[in-house]
């Protein structure tokens, strides 16, 4: 068979098994019955029962197993340990650089955020520039941020990646990695994800269905 081919049947049953999920949890087509649909009740139940596990300090063994390697194989760098985020995923950020200058502040981080709706994940760095010298009609400083699977400052061998990958791959070795390009460029029409209002009415990535409700596209530029 044709490698190309390959390749696009594998990204294909990719996709077919993420729309597969949304479709379980998000009566896609009828946005406003989200709150009647039993898929949607069974997204807030399952954000219910991380946050009370949270609280209780009673996480899943593989998730407590996957925090404290992180912590551990990125030792002397700061981790974000996002778990609170009212949503599905488990959610986590490795800080790998900071700089300030000529009036720009500039973070690069590593993220993960597993589904909890699906067994998939995803790996991605995200660069994020404040230029505080310029801002909105509010007074926010301007920010850029650009989503990438390579970054060739913070992570020149890209090793820390790597790093990040052996370590899911381990602790969970029946999800799938999904290129973050997939879950943030491809649409959903006629649906609302979890825990956005009906007022907005635009086309979330499949991103926010599955991974996380903390980055949308407008404000955001996705790179290879």
């Not at 729309?19 to 807030?44: C, E, F, M, T, W």
């Not at 370590?167 to 029409?189: D, G």
């Amino acid at each position: 068979m044709d490698q190309n081919i390959s390749v696009d049947v594998k990204v294909s049953e990719e996709i077919l098994a993420l729309l597969s999920a949304i479709h379980r949890y998000y009566p896609i087509g009828l946005p406003h019955l989200n709150n009647d649909y039993a898929g949607y009740q069974d997204v807030k139940n399952i954000i219910e029962t991380k946050i009370n596990q949270l609280i209780a300090n009673d996480l899943p063994e593989h998730c407590t197993a996957l925090l404290n390697e992180v912590k551990a194989e990125f030792s002397g760098l700061e981790v974000y340990d996002n778990l609170y985020h009212q949503f599905p995923s488990i959610d986590l950020s490795i800080n790998l650089f900071n700089s300030k200058e000529n009036n720009i502040e500039r973070v690069t981080l590593l993220s993960l955020k597993i589904s909890l709706l699906t067994n998939h994940y995803i790996i991605y760095y995200e660069n994020s520039f404040t230029f505080t010298n310029y801002q909105t009609l509010r007074h926010i400083p301007i920010k850029t941020r650009i989503i990438s699977s390579v970054n060739e400052e913070a992570d020149v061998s890209g090793e820390w990646y790597k790093k990040l990958f052996k370590i899911v791959n381990h602790i969970y070795p029946l999800y799938k990695q999904v290129n973050h390009r997939h879950v943030f460029t491809r649409f959903i029409k006629g649906g609302l994800p979890y825990p956005f209002d009906y007022s907005n009415q635009i086309d979330y990535p499949i991103y926010n269905y599955l991974f996380g409700n903390d980055v949308i596209n407008e404000e955001v530029r996705i790179s290879n």
